[in-house]
Nanobody
Framework: QVQLVESGGGLVQPGGSLRLSCAAS????????MGWYRQAPGKQRHLVAT???????NYADSVKGRFTISGDNAKNTVYLQMNSLKPEDTAVYYC??????????????WGQGTQVTVSS
């Protein structure tokens, strides 16, 4: 089994910053992709940013220039630095990982979600 544990959400004023972290643990052979999705109330879950084990990144247009995703392969951890936050960034943020397990199977895993609220 693989677990993803997120941290770093909270309440912040518009224009502020937050940093999310997500650590993967368990029967991991390799973590191939990690990333973040978010889901606002009444809306579908959408991609925010992803990073591959090789360091390639992908961002939603709505967060380009404001959010930065980074990873620590040795720790199987991904970070999301969020700057210049806007009220429309308010959502539950979910960590995501594509993992090759020690049994050579490939699965997608999700964290439990962390709330980010941007409000004055």
């Amino acid at each position: 089994q693989v677990q993803l544990v997120e941290s770093g959400g909270g309440l912040v004023q518009p224009g502020g910053s937050l940093r999310l972290s997500c650590a993967a643990s368990g029967t991991i052979f390799s973590v191939d992709v990690m990333g973040w999705y978010r889901q606002a109330p009444g809306k579908q879950r959408h991609l925010v940013a992803t990073i591959t084990s090789g360091g390639s990144t992908n961002y939603a247009d709505s967060v380009k220039g404001r959010f930065t995703i980074s990873g620590d392969n040795a720790k199987n951890t991904v970070y999301l630095q969020m700057n210049s936050l806007k009220p429309e960034d308010t959502a539950v943020y979910y960590c995501y990982a594509t993992v090759t397990t020690t049994r050579a199977t490939v699965y997608n895993y999700w964290g439990q979600g962390t709330q980010v609220t941007v409000s004055s």
